[in-house]
Nanobody
């Protein structure tokens, strides 16, 4: 069993930055790929970014590529999402998940956090 807890959300003006953190705990957590999803108000949840357990492979949605960076610190069992040049359309609840591969992260995610709110004002 793996538990993940997100933090770092908040309110920021357009053009600003935020860094989200996802702390993972549980058995063999360092062997899991990790991912970020978001759910904008009134819309379905969508993939944002993912990182392999070695951090050698990353993936991003087209909407955030070049603005967001996913990274992980396995010594701290933590994954980060650095979000720069934020736009109002980035407003959403951001959730972290864990699965045994990046493909699995993108399709289903096996373990999910509760999410953290990010609000970007114009």
């Amino acid at each position: 069993q793996v538990q993940v807890v997100e933090s770092g959300g908040g309110s920021v003006q357009a053009g600003g930055s935020l860094r989200l953190s996802c702390a993972a705990s549980g058995r063999a957590v360092r062997r899991y790929a990790m991912g970020w999803f978001r759910q904008p108000p009134g819309k379905e949840r969508e993939f944002v970014a993912a990182i392999s357990w070695t951090a050698g492979i990353t993936a991003y949605s087209d909407s955030v590529k070049g603005r967001f960076t996913v990274s992980r610190d396995n010594a701290k069992n933590t994954v980060y999402l650095q979000m720069n040049s934020l736009k109002p359309e980035d407003t959403a609840v951001y959730s972290c998940n864990a699965a045994n591969s990046i493909a699995a992260v993108r399709v289903r995610g096996d373990y999910w956090g509760q999410g953290t709110q990010v609000t970007v004002s114009s």
